[in-house]
């Protein structure tokens, strides 16, 4: 089998490393005929092209694997693959979670594969079992620690005790995060795995946006960290999603855990996802997220499905489901200075200094309390296992 990367990047890199270099029957069959790049790159190898229309229009290329990243050019080129009869895997969470439905049915249109096992969990491999479950189970629930950079960032803070942004300028450094670290301490990286997640598990649509529930961790401080371990709790940045007949819920947010919890020993930047499904119950996934070999793998591991026509679960994510995000009733930690009582009159709270306890209370209404206090606020979700212990 013949293939295209678009992209020479990191993971772009990652894979024609790994076809290259391959020992193994499948690898030894495939092999990289193209690299699209831009122009001031074309010498660098004379597999390099910047000129899209050569792949298209090449009949011994079947594959084309999208290591862009971001939404365009990568949406366009994926569609004009598509229809050009091109197999394709990406490793683009961002596309995907915006353009699932859309370009699983170009595939089917064109008798051609498109997979996205990288673009959640990296090195995981996370969709083909959430797949494999589905084909005996409802999943009523997803859960992880989705994202590889924030958790390196809250693990050296608690092992450290170190500020926020001396640990993210190590992340920087060691290529854990990119300048602008936005999409990973806000919440946004977990946001699109997410909702790829939950599309296929709920056979729906979920779109990436304002409606759906995401607090990050770029207000999180050293006195935050010392205080949650003063209270026994380890913290790490979580997204879940719970479904109930037709609603479902959404949120990304910090969320405590006491230190016997499997979630508080995920270290570095190591990912930590789940499902639990009817007769399976929880099953958990636990590994590499992101990285040039772990996330190359995964594309690869696709590519050899299509080469072996091993097909993945047919989903046409039409399911109707209403987002309903005031059902879920947790505890919660506030950080703030204000007077949270007054804004709360209806819960109990009780105050530690400028930490507020607050009782059992749905998930939307915190996020619309905390959205409201000025300063750098910070809150976590006190896990189930985790129990406020007072000091």
Known sequence: ?????????????????????????????????????????INLDPRNTANYADILNDPDIDLVVETLGGLEPSHSMIVEALNHGKNVVTA?????????QEFTQLARENNVKFYFESAVGGGI??????????????????????????????????????????VLAEAQKLGYAEADSSADIDGYDIENKLCISADIAYNTVVEPGADLLKFGIRNITAADIAYFKEHGWVVKLLGRSFRRVDQFNFVVEPTLFAPGQIEAGVHDNYNYVGLRGTTIGKLTFNGQGAGML???????????????????LDRRFDKQLNLDN????????????ADLAPLLPDYKVTVDGNYWLVKQINTELIHQTVAKLSGKPFF????????????
């Not at 961002?94 to 353009?99: D, L």
Request: with cysteine; net charge neutral.
């Open 125 to 166: 491999p996370w969709i083909i079992n959430l797949e494999r479950a589905l084909r005996i189970d409802e999943i009523d629930s997803i859960h992880g620690i989705f994202n590889g950079t924030s958790n390196f960032i809250l693990d050296q803070m608690t092992k450290t005790g170190a500020s926020f942004d001396s």
């Open 326 to 337: 005031s059902t879920k009733i947790m505890d919660y930690i506030v950080r703030t200075d």
């Open 294 to 312: 772990p996330t190359a793998h995964a594309l690869v591991q696709d590519i050899i499905d299509i080469q072996v026509q091993n097909d993945h």
């Open 92 to 100: 683009n969470k961002a596309v995907v979670a915006r353009h699932i």
């Open 1 to 41: 089998m013949k293939i295209a990367i678009l992209g020479r990047g990191t993971v772009g890199s990652g894979v024609d490393k790994i076809i290259a270099d391959g020992q193994t029957p499948f690898l030894k069959s495939l092999s990289v005929k193209s690299i699209f790049v831009r122009e001031n790159k």
């Open 380 to 391: 976590a979700c006190i896990n189930g296992g985790a129990k406020h212990e007072s000091r």
